[in-house]
């Protein structure tokens, strides 16, 4: 089962920051968390991970809170593509293996609306 | 980011046939690949977890005789759906696992649907 727990459905303006909250409440302190997104039709995307520091890339920030207890995942100026499917999965940072499989939710439904 | 390429894209077969579906990582070598299974409106489910050289761990429920998993070298794995029915009409997706980084990379899937 996954470790996590999201809302079902978000919406957001266009131009506007997308901020997707996520529940880990047992996460374990050798877990990390990812970020994944599923477009319509495709494979998921990666989008960003990280263990207890906030992470910040080209696509998005990822905010950690300090016991790591839940993050938020902060698109800054969503756009009609980010429409998706967004997943928050938590993972051992020792992935060698099966240990390395994502254990997929059922995600958060974010609409970018104009 | 590294690239995961899956092949093909979307296929048809008749009822009893056999299909492969091909999963590379183009620009990194994947000691460890797995594949998902998908149905409409539900999450992916993991199939299988299949590593380089070695015979591939199914999860429970999926029979390793239908769905033959081979992954030969560092960056190739294939899916065969031998015997295809109706009910493995599906969306199949495969990951590859970048190693430097940790990151699990995702083919962009293969629909299959059965006739």
């Known amino acids: 089962d996954a470790k996590t727990t999201q809302p079902t459905s978000m919406d957001c303006a266009e131009g506007r920051a997308a901020n997707l909250p996520c529940n880990h409440s047992?996460?374990?302190?050798?877990?990390?968390v990812y970020w994944y997104r599923q477009i319509h039709s495709q494979g998921p995307q990666y989008i960003i991970h990280?263990?207890?520091n906030n992470e910040t890339n080209e696509m998005a920030s990822l905010i950690i809170t300090e016991d790591r207890k839940s993050s938020t995942l902060i698109l800054p100026h969503a756009t009609l593509r980010d429409t998706a499917v967004y997943y928050c999965?938590?993972?051992?940072?020792?992935?060698?293996?099966?240990?390395?499989?994502?254990?997929f939710g059922k995600g958060t439904k974010l609409s970018v609306k104009p | 980011g590294a690239v995961v390429s899956q092949h093909p894209s979307w296929v048809i077969c008749k009822s009893g046939t056999s299909v492969k579906i091909e999963c590379r990582s183009l620009?990194?070598?994947?000691?460890?690949m797995f594949w998902y299974r998908q149905f409409p409106k539900q999450s992916l489910m993991l199939m299988a977890t299949?590593?380089?050289?070695?015979?591939?761990?199914?999860e429970q429920g999926v029979e390793k005789d239908k769905f033959l998993i081979n992954h030969a070298s560092l960056t190739l794995s294939t899916l065969t759906v031998t015997s295809a029915h109706p009910e493995d009409s599906s969306f199949y997706i495969c990951?590859?696992?970048?190693?430097?980084?940790?990151?699990?990379?995702f083919g962009a899937g293969t629909r299959l649907s059965v006739l």
């Open positions: 999965i938590v993972r051992p940072g020792n992935y060698g293996g099966s240990q390395g499989n994502l254990i």
């Open positions: 047992t996460i374990s302190g050798n877990e990390y």
């Open positions: 990951s590859a696992i970048w190693v430097r980084g940790g990151i699990q990379y």
């Open positions: 990280g263990l207890k």
């Open positions: 299949s590593n380089e050289g070695s015979k591939a761990t199914y």
């Open positions: 620009d990194f070598q994947a000691t460890t």
